[in-house]
Protein backbone atom coordinates (compact mmCIF):
# COMPACT_ATOMS: atom_id res chain seq x y z
CA UNK A 1 0.00 0.00 0.00
CA UNK A 2 2.93 2.34 -0.73
CA UNK A 3 3.58 4.24 -3.35
CA UNK A 4 2.05 2.97 -6.49
CA UNK A 5 5.39 3.03 -8.78
CA UNK A 6 6.80 0.80 -5.90
CA UNK A 7 4.21 -1.40 -5.74
CA UNK A 8 4.95 -1.52 -9.93
CA UNK A 9 8.14 -2.05 -9.11
CA UNK A 10 7.73 -4.65 -6.74
CA UNK A 11 5.16 -6.96 -7.82
CA UNK A 12 7.76 -7.49 -10.36
CA UNK A 13 10.56 -8.55 -7.95
CA UNK A 14 8.51 -11.22 -5.47
CA UNK A 15 10.69 -12.43 -2.51
CA UNK A 16 13.67 -11.13 -1.70
CA UNK A 17 13.84 -7.25 -3.05
CA UNK A 18 10.35 -7.05 -2.45
CA UNK A 19 10.69 -8.06 0.89
CA UNK A 20 13.11 -6.10 1.86
CA UNK A 21 11.98 -2.32 0.35
CA UNK A 22 8.46 -2.82 0.63
CA UNK A 23 9.22 -2.31 4.14
CA UNK A 24 10.73 0.68 3.61
CA UNK A 25 8.21 2.03 1.41
CA UNK A 26 5.03 1.18 3.73
CA UNK A 27 7.02 3.65 6.49
CA UNK A 28 6.43 6.69 4.29
CA UNK A 29 3.50 6.36 3.12
CA UNK A 30 -0.22 7.21 3.94
CA UNK A 31 -2.97 6.67 1.72
CA UNK A 32 -6.27 6.69 1.69
CA UNK A 33 -8.74 5.60 -1.21
CA UNK A 34 -11.66 8.02 -1.94
CA UNK A 35 -14.87 6.58 -3.76
CA UNK A 36 -17.67 8.57 -2.27
CA UNK A 37 -17.70 11.93 -3.21
CA UNK A 38 -16.92 14.61 -0.43
CA UNK A 39 -20.00 16.13 1.72
CA UNK A 40 -19.72 20.02 1.00
CA UNK A 41 -19.16 20.68 4.82
CA UNK A 42 -17.12 18.79 7.32
CA UNK A 43 -18.99 16.36 9.71
CA UNK A 44 -20.79 17.34 12.48
CA UNK A 45 -17.71 16.59 15.10
CA UNK A 46 -15.92 19.39 13.73
CA UNK A 47 -18.63 21.91 13.15
CA UNK A 48 -21.11 21.75 16.11
CA UNK A 49 -18.73 21.59 19.23
CA UNK A 50 -20.07 20.97 22.88
CA UNK A 51 -18.41 21.68 25.88
CA UNK A 52 -17.22 19.20 27.52
CA UNK A 53 -16.26 17.56 24.07
CA UNK A 54 -17.07 13.86 24.52
CA UNK A 55 -14.44 12.33 22.51
CA UNK A 56 -16.18 8.95 22.04
CA UNK A 57 -19.21 10.21 21.03
CA UNK A 58 -17.59 12.06 18.33
CA UNK A 59 -15.62 9.04 17.19
CA UNK A 60 -19.32 7.15 16.85
CA UNK A 61 -20.12 10.59 14.45
CA UNK A 62 -17.69 9.84 12.21
CA UNK A 63 -18.00 6.26 12.57
CA UNK A 64 -21.41 6.13 11.65
CA UNK A 65 -20.67 8.78 8.96
CA UNK A 66 -20.05 5.79 6.46
CA UNK A 67 -22.91 3.90 5.38
CA UNK A 68 -23.31 -0.27 6.13
CA UNK A 69 -22.86 -0.81 2.75
CA UNK A 70 -19.74 1.33 2.57
CA UNK A 71 -18.23 -0.22 5.68
CA UNK A 72 -19.20 -3.99 4.39
CA UNK A 73 -17.60 -3.07 1.06
CA UNK A 74 -13.98 -1.86 2.14
CA UNK A 75 -13.76 -4.56 5.03
CA UNK A 76 -14.16 -6.97 2.35
CA UNK A 77 -11.17 -5.57 0.05
CA UNK A 78 -9.64 -5.44 3.22
CA UNK A 79 -9.65 -8.65 4.36
CA UNK A 80 -9.34 -9.96 0.99
CA UNK A 81 -5.61 -8.86 1.20
CA UNK A 82 -5.33 -11.37 4.06
CA UNK A 83 -6.05 -14.01 1.70
CA UNK A 84 -4.02 -11.94 -0.93
CA UNK A 85 -1.04 -12.38 1.31
CA UNK A 86 -1.33 -16.20 1.86
CA UNK A 87 -1.70 -16.66 -2.03
CA UNK A 88 1.07 -14.63 -2.54
CA UNK A 89 3.21 -16.37 -0.04
CA UNK A 90 1.64 -19.84 -2.09
CA UNK A 91 2.26 -18.53 -5.69
CA UNK A 92 5.84 -17.71 -4.44
CA UNK A 93 6.40 -21.48 -3.14
CA UNK A 94 5.05 -23.14 -6.41
CA UNK A 95 7.09 -20.88 -8.58
CA UNK A 96 10.20 -21.75 -6.78
CA UNK A 97 9.18 -25.63 -7.05
CA UNK A 98 8.54 -25.12 -10.81
CA UNK A 99 11.77 -23.48 -11.13
CA UNK A 100 13.80 -25.97 -9.02
CA UNK A 101 11.53 -29.17 -9.15
CA UNK A 102 11.60 -29.33 -12.99
CA UNK A 103 15.60 -28.53 -13.23
CA UNK A 104 14.46 -25.18 -15.00
CA UNK A 105 16.72 -23.31 -12.57
CA UNK A 106 19.70 -25.27 -13.58
CA UNK A 107 19.52 -25.46 -17.52
CA UNK A 108 18.64 -21.60 -17.23
CA UNK A 109 22.49 -21.50 -15.21
CA UNK A 110 24.06 -23.84 -17.86
CA UNK A 111 22.80 -21.51 -20.41
CA UNK A 112 24.36 -18.56 -19.25
CA UNK A 113 27.46 -20.38 -18.48
CA UNK A 114 27.32 -21.61 -22.52
CA UNK A 115 27.51 -18.08 -23.27
CA UNK A 116 29.94 -16.48 -21.03
CA UNK A 117 32.98 -17.56 -18.96
CA UNK A 118 32.15 -14.10 -16.63
CA UNK A 119 31.24 -15.34 -13.06
CA UNK A 120 29.40 -11.51 -13.18
CA UNK A 121 28.13 -11.84 -16.44
CA UNK A 122 26.78 -15.18 -15.87
CA UNK A 123 24.55 -13.79 -12.78
CA UNK A 124 23.33 -11.11 -14.89
CA UNK A 125 22.24 -13.39 -17.50
CA UNK A 126 20.56 -15.95 -15.03
CA UNK A 127 18.71 -12.84 -13.52
CA UNK A 128 17.55 -11.59 -17.50
CA UNK A 129 16.02 -14.79 -17.58
CA UNK A 130 14.58 -14.96 -14.00
CA UNK A 131 12.95 -11.69 -13.87
CA UNK A 132 11.47 -12.16 -17.25
CA UNK A 133 9.86 -15.92 -16.63
CA UNK A 134 8.73 -14.80 -13.22
CA UNK A 135 7.01 -12.20 -14.63
CA UNK A 136 5.31 -13.90 -17.04
CA UNK A 137 4.43 -17.12 -14.79
CA UNK A 138 2.67 -14.56 -12.65
CA UNK A 139 1.45 -12.03 -14.92
CA UNK A 140 -2.54 -13.39 -14.62
CA UNK A 141 -2.09 -13.32 -10.70
CA UNK A 142 -0.88 -9.83 -10.89
CA UNK A 143 -3.30 -8.69 -13.79
CA UNK A 144 -5.96 -9.93 -10.84
CA UNK A 145 -4.60 -8.50 -7.70
CA UNK A 146 -3.42 -5.35 -9.06
CA UNK A 147 -6.18 -4.30 -12.64
CA UNK A 148 -9.06 -6.90 -12.31
CA UNK A 149 -9.57 -6.50 -8.38
CA UNK A 150 -8.85 -3.14 -8.27
CA UNK A 151 -11.32 -2.22 -10.52
CA UNK A 152 -13.57 -4.72 -8.92
CA UNK A 153 -13.92 -2.58 -5.69
CA UNK A 154 -13.60 0.66 -7.80
CA UNK A 155 -10.07 1.72 -7.03
CA UNK A 156 -8.50 1.95 -10.38
CA UNK A 157 -8.81 4.66 -12.94
CA UNK A 158 -6.68 2.64 -15.78
CA UNK A 159 -7.83 1.14 -18.66
CA UNK A 160 -6.11 -2.62 -19.07
CA UNK A 161 -3.28 -0.95 -21.64
CA UNK A 162 -2.08 1.42 -19.03
CA UNK A 163 -1.99 -0.98 -16.45
CA UNK A 164 -0.07 -3.15 -18.54
CA UNK A 165 2.54 -0.14 -20.03
CA UNK A 166 2.50 0.20 -15.81
CA UNK A 167 3.81 -3.26 -15.63
CA UNK A 168 6.37 -3.09 -18.26
CA UNK A 169 8.24 -0.51 -17.25
CA UNK A 170 8.00 -2.07 -13.52
CA UNK A 171 9.81 -5.17 -14.64
CA UNK A 172 12.46 -2.71 -16.94
CA UNK A 173 13.36 -0.98 -13.43
CA UNK A 174 13.55 -4.56 -11.80
CA UNK A 175 15.87 -6.30 -15.01
CA UNK A 176 18.29 -2.95 -14.16
CA UNK A 177 17.98 -2.45 -10.41
CA UNK A 178 17.15 -6.20 -9.85
CA UNK A 179 20.21 -7.58 -11.47
CA UNK A 180 22.26 -5.08 -10.22
CA UNK A 181 21.74 -6.71 -6.74
CA UNK A 182 22.20 -9.65 -7.49
CA UNK A 183 25.59 -9.02 -9.58
CA UNK A 184 26.40 -7.43 -6.36
CA UNK A 185 24.76 -10.33 -3.49
CA UNK A 186 26.34 -13.17 -5.48
CA UNK A 187 30.02 -11.51 -6.01
CA UNK A 188 29.95 -11.60 -2.18
CA UNK A 189 29.00 -15.06 -2.01
CA UNK A 190 31.13 -16.35 -4.16
CA UNK A 191 34.21 -14.48 -1.85
CA UNK A 192 32.53 -15.39 1.08
CA UNK A 193 30.66 -18.54 1.24
CA UNK A 194 30.28 -18.86 4.81
CA UNK A 195 30.05 -15.44 6.17
CA UNK A 196 27.78 -14.05 3.06
CA UNK A 197 24.92 -13.63 5.30
CA UNK A 198 26.84 -11.09 7.10
CA UNK A 199 28.35 -9.19 4.44
CA UNK A 200 25.45 -9.68 1.79
CA UNK A 201 23.25 -8.15 4.44
CA UNK A 202 25.61 -4.80 4.27
CA UNK A 203 25.33 -4.96 0.29
CA UNK A 204 21.63 -5.79 0.09
CA UNK A 205 21.10 -2.38 2.67
CA UNK A 206 23.40 -0.52 0.64
CA UNK A 207 21.74 -1.14 -2.10
CA UNK A 208 18.19 -0.11 -0.65
CA UNK A 209 19.53 2.78 0.58
CA UNK A 210 20.73 3.47 -3.22
CA UNK A 211 17.02 3.01 -4.69
CA UNK A 212 15.60 5.24 -1.43
CA UNK A 213 18.05 8.14 -2.83
CA UNK A 214 17.41 7.84 -6.38
CA UNK A 215 13.60 7.06 -6.57
CA UNK A 216 12.15 10.74 -6.07
CA UNK A 217 14.30 11.61 -9.15
CA UNK A 218 14.77 8.45 -11.14
CA UNK A 219 12.29 6.06 -10.13
CA UNK A 220 8.73 7.59 -9.07
CA UNK A 221 8.92 10.13 -12.73
CA UNK A 222 8.80 6.64 -14.52
CA UNK A 223 5.57 6.13 -13.90
CA UNK A 224 3.85 9.49 -12.90
CA UNK A 225 4.47 13.27 -13.39
CA UNK A 226 5.59 15.22 -10.60
CA UNK A 227 5.39 19.04 -10.46
CA UNK A 228 5.88 21.68 -7.97
CA UNK A 229 1.74 22.34 -5.94
CA UNK A 230 -0.08 25.37 -7.71
CA UNK A 231 0.12 27.97 -5.55
CA UNK A 232 -2.16 28.91 -3.58
CA UNK A 233 -3.03 29.95 0.25
CA UNK A 234 -3.04 26.36 1.32
CA UNK A 235 0.28 25.66 -0.46
CA UNK A 236 1.65 29.04 1.78
CA UNK A 237 -0.05 27.16 5.24
CA UNK A 238 1.87 23.78 4.28
CA UNK A 239 5.21 25.52 3.43
CA UNK A 240 4.59 27.80 6.96
CA UNK A 241 4.28 24.47 8.82
CA UNK A 242 7.52 22.71 7.33
CA UNK A 243 9.06 25.79 8.19
CA UNK A 244 7.59 25.97 11.98
CA UNK A 245 8.73 22.11 11.90
CA UNK A 246 12.45 22.14 10.66
CA UNK A 247 11.55 20.17 7.41
CA UNK A 248 13.67 21.91 4.66
CA UNK A 249 11.42 22.22 1.80
CA UNK A 250 10.88 24.87 -0.32
CA UNK A 251 8.56 23.05 -2.33
CA UNK A 252 5.79 21.06 -2.16
CA UNK A 253 5.45 18.37 -5.07
CA UNK A 254 2.18 17.44 -6.68
CA UNK A 255 1.66 14.08 -8.60
CA UNK A 256 -0.96 13.25 -11.18
CA UNK A 257 -1.91 9.78 -9.76
CA UNK A 258 -5.41 10.00 -10.90
CA UNK A 259 -4.45 8.47 -13.36
CA UNK A 260 -4.03 5.10 -12.09
CA UNK A 261 -6.29 5.37 -8.89
CA UNK A 262 -8.77 7.00 -7.29
CA UNK A 263 -6.88 6.70 -3.70
CA UNK A 264 -5.80 9.88 -2.11
CA UNK A 265 -1.86 9.74 -1.23
CA UNK A 266 1.14 11.45 0.21
CA UNK A 267 4.21 10.57 0.72
CA UNK A 268 7.77 11.52 1.81
CA UNK A 269 10.72 9.67 -0.29
CA UNK A 270 14.15 9.84 -1.09
CA UNK A 271 16.94 9.76 1.13
CA UNK A 272 19.89 12.35 2.38
CA UNK A 273 19.95 14.83 -0.19
CA UNK A 274 17.10 13.82 -2.38
CA UNK A 275 14.17 13.56 0.38
CA UNK A 276 10.95 15.60 -0.12
CA UNK A 277 7.20 15.58 0.33
CA UNK A 278 4.53 14.79 -2.75
CA UNK A 279 0.98 14.25 -2.89
CA UNK A 280 -1.69 13.13 -4.79
CA UNK A 281 -3.69 15.21 -7.35
CA UNK A 282 -6.52 13.00 -5.75
CA UNK A 283 -5.96 14.43 -2.35
CA UNK A 284 -5.94 18.28 -3.77
CA UNK A 285 -9.07 17.76 -5.50
CA UNK A 286 -10.99 15.25 -3.22
CA UNK A 287 -10.10 16.54 0.42
CA UNK A 288 -10.55 19.53 2.51
CA UNK A 289 -7.84 22.12 3.48
CA UNK A 290 -8.04 21.01 6.49
CA UNK A 291 -7.56 17.23 5.54
CA UNK A 292 -4.62 17.77 3.28
CA UNK A 293 -2.51 19.90 6.07
CA UNK A 294 -3.72 17.29 8.78
CA UNK A 295 -1.99 14.50 6.22
CA UNK A 296 1.02 16.78 5.64
CA UNK A 297 1.24 17.43 9.26
CA UNK A 298 1.81 13.35 9.57
CA UNK A 299 4.05 13.25 6.54
CA UNK A 300 6.35 16.01 8.19
CA UNK A 301 6.12 13.17 11.22
CA UNK A 302 7.68 11.24 9.35
CA UNK A 303 10.77 13.51 8.41
CA UNK A 304 11.24 15.14 11.21
CA UNK A 305 11.10 11.84 13.33
CA UNK A 306 13.44 10.44 10.93
CA UNK A 307 11.83 7.52 10.10
CA UNK A 308 13.28 6.68 6.58
CA UNK A 309 16.79 6.34 8.65
CA UNK A 310 14.92 3.89 11.83
CA UNK A 311 13.39 2.11 8.78
CA UNK A 312 17.08 1.41 7.60
CA UNK A 313 18.01 0.23 10.66
CA UNK A 314 15.31 -1.85 11.44
CA UNK A 315 15.57 -3.49 7.55
CA UNK A 316 18.95 -3.86 8.15
CA UNK A 317 18.12 -6.17 11.65
CA UNK A 318 15.28 -8.00 9.39
CA UNK A 319 18.01 -8.87 6.58
CA UNK A 320 20.78 -10.02 8.94
CA UNK A 321 18.49 -12.30 10.73
CA UNK A 322 16.66 -13.71 7.19
CA UNK A 323 20.04 -13.64 5.59
CA UNK A 324 21.29 -16.02 8.57
CA UNK A 325 18.23 -17.95 8.28
CA UNK A 326 18.56 -18.88 4.38
CA UNK A 327 22.03 -19.48 4.47
CA UNK A 328 21.67 -21.86 7.48
CA UNK A 329 18.69 -23.74 5.83
CA UNK A 330 19.95 -23.40 2.04
CA UNK A 331 23.06 -25.42 3.42
CA UNK A 332 20.53 -28.19 4.73
CA UNK A 333 18.32 -28.16 2.31
CA UNK A 334 20.81 -28.34 -0.83
CA UNK A 335 22.67 -31.28 0.61
CA UNK A 336 19.54 -33.45 0.73
CA UNK A 337 17.54 -32.11 -2.91
CA UNK A 338 20.23 -30.32 -4.27
CA UNK A 339 21.53 -33.00 -6.28
CA UNK A 340 17.82 -33.31 -7.76
CA UNK A 341 17.85 -29.56 -8.70
CA UNK A 342 20.98 -29.74 -10.20
CA UNK A 343 22.59 -27.10 -7.22
CA UNK A 344 25.83 -26.73 -6.11
CA UNK A 345 27.06 -25.25 -3.71
CA UNK A 346 25.36 -21.37 -2.37
CA UNK A 347 27.38 -19.52 -4.75
CA UNK A 348 25.54 -21.62 -7.68
CA UNK A 349 23.08 -19.23 -8.98
CA UNK A 350 20.96 -21.95 -10.34
CA UNK A 351 19.72 -21.77 -6.20
CA UNK A 352 18.65 -18.00 -6.39
CA UNK A 353 14.95 -19.43 -6.34
CA UNK A 354 15.65 -21.34 -2.94
CA UNK A 355 17.26 -18.16 -1.55
CA UNK A 356 14.23 -16.32 -2.47
CA UNK A 357 12.01 -18.86 -1.04
CA UNK A 358 13.49 -19.25 2.01
CA UNK A 359 13.17 -15.28 2.25
CA UNK A 360 9.79 -15.27 1.75
CA UNK A 361 8.63 -18.24 4.20
CA UNK A 362 10.67 -15.72 6.71
CA UNK A 363 9.05 -12.34 5.18
CA UNK A 364 5.49 -14.14 5.57
CA UNK A 365 6.27 -15.48 9.17
CA UNK A 366 7.05 -12.25 9.94
CA UNK A 367 4.99 -10.04 8.79
CA UNK A 368 2.89 -9.43 11.91
CA UNK A 369 6.56 -8.06 13.23
CA UNK A 370 7.25 -5.67 9.87
CA UNK A 371 3.60 -4.55 10.40
CA UNK A 372 3.96 -3.85 13.92
CA UNK A 373 6.95 -1.77 13.43
CA UNK A 374 5.52 0.27 10.74
CA UNK A 375 2.70 0.60 12.64
CA UNK A 376 3.85 2.26 15.26
CA UNK A 377 5.97 4.68 13.56
CA UNK A 378 2.75 5.86 11.72
CA UNK A 379 0.93 6.19 15.02
CA UNK A 380 4.23 8.23 15.94
CA UNK A 381 3.70 9.86 12.43
CA UNK A 382 -0.31 10.35 13.46
CA UNK A 383 0.48 12.07 16.95
CA UNK A 384 3.44 14.41 15.48
CA UNK A 385 0.69 15.43 12.90
CA UNK A 386 -1.63 16.29 15.50
CA UNK A 387 0.11 18.31 17.04
CA UNK A 388 1.97 20.09 13.98
CA UNK A 389 -1.48 20.93 11.91
CA UNK A 390 -3.52 20.52 14.82
CA UNK A 391 -6.46 19.77 12.34
CA UNK A 392 -7.95 16.64 14.20
CA UNK A 393 -11.17 17.04 12.32
CA UNK A 394 -9.39 16.89 8.93
CA UNK A 395 -7.10 14.29 10.22
CA UNK A 396 -10.08 12.04 11.18
CA UNK A 397 -12.01 12.91 8.11
CA UNK A 398 -8.91 11.64 6.04
CA UNK A 399 -9.28 8.56 8.29
CA UNK A 400 -12.55 8.18 7.11
CA UNK A 401 -11.44 8.52 3.22
CA UNK A 402 -8.63 5.83 3.78
CA UNK A 403 -11.19 3.54 5.61
CA UNK A 404 -12.87 2.92 2.36
CA UNK A 405 -9.92 0.88 1.59
CA UNK A 406 -8.47 -0.04 5.02
CA UNK A 407 -11.21 -2.18 7.43
CA UNK A 408 -12.23 0.81 9.95
CA UNK A 409 -12.40 -1.39 13.07
CA UNK A 410 -11.12 -4.75 13.06
CA UNK A 411 -10.52 -6.72 16.60
CA UNK A 412 -6.71 -5.99 18.48
CA UNK A 413 -5.25 -9.17 17.61
CA UNK A 414 -6.11 -8.16 14.00
CA UNK A 415 -4.50 -4.98 13.66
CA UNK A 416 -1.53 -6.24 15.07
CA UNK A 417 -1.56 -9.18 12.64
CA UNK A 418 -2.53 -7.42 9.32
CA UNK A 419 -2.81 -3.65 9.57
CA UNK A 420 0.55 -1.86 8.62
CA UNK A 421 -1.15 1.61 9.53
CA UNK A 422 -3.30 2.43 12.21
CA UNK A 423 -7.07 1.60 11.91
CA UNK A 424 -9.26 3.73 10.83
CA UNK A 425 -10.79 3.88 14.76
CA UNK A 426 -7.62 4.15 16.44
CA UNK A 427 -6.90 7.31 14.53
CA UNK A 428 -10.27 8.85 14.61
CA UNK A 429 -10.28 8.25 18.25
CA UNK A 430 -6.45 8.84 18.30
CA UNK A 431 -7.48 12.58 16.94
CA UNK A 432 -10.54 13.05 18.84
CA UNK A 433 -8.80 12.98 22.45
CA UNK A 434 -6.39 15.09 20.82
CA UNK A 435 -9.44 17.66 20.32
CA UNK A 436 -10.97 17.31 23.55
CA UNK A 437 -7.57 17.74 25.40
CA UNK A 438 -6.84 20.50 23.22
CA UNK A 439 -10.20 22.20 22.59
CA UNK A 440 -10.14 26.02 23.66
CA UNK A 441 -13.11 27.29 26.05
CA UNK A 442 -14.73 28.72 22.57
CA UNK A 443 -17.28 26.47 20.90
CA UNK A 444 -15.52 26.82 17.77
CA UNK A 445 -14.58 24.57 15.05
CA UNK A 446 -10.94 23.07 15.59
CA UNK A 447 -9.82 24.27 12.38
CA UNK A 448 -10.47 27.99 13.35
CA UNK A 449 -9.12 27.85 16.88
CA UNK A 450 -6.02 30.21 17.79
CA UNK A 451 -3.25 28.26 19.78
CA UNK A 452 -2.68 30.54 22.90
CA UNK A 453 0.49 31.72 23.61
CA UNK A 454 2.50 29.49 26.06
ZN1 LIG B 1 2.66 7.57 7.24
Request: proline share 5%; glycine share 8%.
Amino acid sequence: MSALYLSQVLRRQRGLILLLSALLLSVSSFIASAQSTIPDTPPAPGSAVSIPFNAEAATETYLASLSPEARARSDAYFEGGYWLLFWDFLIAMLLAWLLLGTGLSARMRNLAERITRFKWLQTALYGLQYFLLTALITLPWSAYEGYFREHQYGMSNQDLAAWFGDEAKGLAVALILGNLALIAIYAVIRKTPRNWWLWGSGVALVFIMFQAAIGPVFLEPIFNKFYPLADSPLKQEILSLARANGVPAAEVYEFDASKQTTKMSAHVSGFLGSARISLNDNLMTRGYPAEVKAVLGHEMGHYVLNHIYKGIVFIGLIIVIGFAFVSWSFDRLAASLGRRWGLRRVDDIAGLPLIVALFTVYGFVLTPVTNSITRTMEAEADAFGLNAAREPDGFAQAAVHLSEYRKMKPGAIEEVLFFDHPSGWNRIHRAMIWKAENLAPAAEPASAVTPSPP
